[in-house]
Antibody, heavy 119, light 106 residues
Framework: EVQLQESGPGLVKPSQSLSLTCSVTGYSITSNYWGWIRKFPGNKMEWMGYISYSGSTSYNPSLKSRISITRDTSKNQFFLQLNSVTTEDTATYYC?????????????WGQGVMVTVSS | DTVLTQSPALAVSPGERVTISCRASESVSTLMHWYQQKPGQQPTLLIYLASNLESGVPARFSGSGSGTDFTLTIDPVEADDTATYYCQQSWNDPWTFGGGTKLELK
């Protein structure tokens, strides 16, 4: 069974970098596309970006200067780094899988990790 | 960005039929998808590409629409369907989500 699990610090100071890990079990990240989505307080959801089976990436233009998605295929993990965070980056962050041969929607999601940006 | 507009909340009785709407600010063809999120849980995929039922999802759920107007229908509604429902489009970059419709049972 495919499982995704986010991990990382729950509290980040303003102007610092947010770094999260998505650990995948039951499926190889060298197949499919893999994405990050966040949900803000108040329920607004935002697609942040993805990394493909080959390692190529695509990002939401609203984040393009601050975001980086990378991976470690030996550990079957992929990562999110968001630089220069502000309180507006406070959200629950989810990693998710795109189905095979699709990059339109997400068929498996992690449980999510809540990140608060505060001094 | 493509704005997806959903009604904030609905309240229905078990056994009734409910339709949840999602209106796009521009055409998204049929690249619209629906998710259910229960409190404290991650979203789960219900419908993809406007009308395709995800494997394992009860046939009480169905989706329709194209262009700018889409509907998620639950018939009949059960108590376990209490959740927030989100639409998401993938026709226009960047992909965007609706604000969610909270479904409550009377």
């Amino acid at each position: 069974e495919v499982q995704l699990q986010e991990s990382g610090p729950g509290l980040v100071k303003p102007s610092q970098s947010l770094s999260l890990t998505c650990s995948v079990t039951g499926y190889s990240i060298t197949s499919n596309y893999w994405g990050w989505i966040r949900k803000f307080p108040g329920n607004k959801m935002e697609w942040m970006g993805y990394i493909s089976y080959s390692g190529s990436t695509s990002y939401n233009p609203s984040l393009k200067s601050r975001i980086s998605i990378t991976r470690d295929t030996s550990k079957n993990q992929f990562f999110l780094q968001l630089n220069s965070v502000t309180t507006e980056d406070t959200a629950t962050y989810y990693c998710a899988r795109y189905p095979l041969l699709q990059w339109d929607y997400f068929d498996y999601w992690g449980q999510g990790v809540m990140v608060t940006v505060s001094s | 960005d493509t704005v997806l507009t959903q009604s904030p909340a609905l309240a229905v009785s078990p056994g009734e039929r409910v339709t949840i709407s999602c209106r796009a600010s521009e055409s998204v063809s049929t690249l619209m998808h629906w998710y259910q999120q229960k409190p404290g849980q991650q979203p789960t995929l219900l419908i993809y590409l406007a009308s395709n039922l995800e494997s394992g999802v009860p046939a009480r759920f169905s989706g329709s629409g194209s262009g700018t107007d889409f509907t998620l229908t639950i018939d009949p509604v059960e108590a376990d369907d209490t959740a927030t429902y989100y639409c998401q489009q993938s026709w226009n970059d960047p992909w965007t989500f609706g604000g969610g419709t909270k479904l409550e049972l009377k």
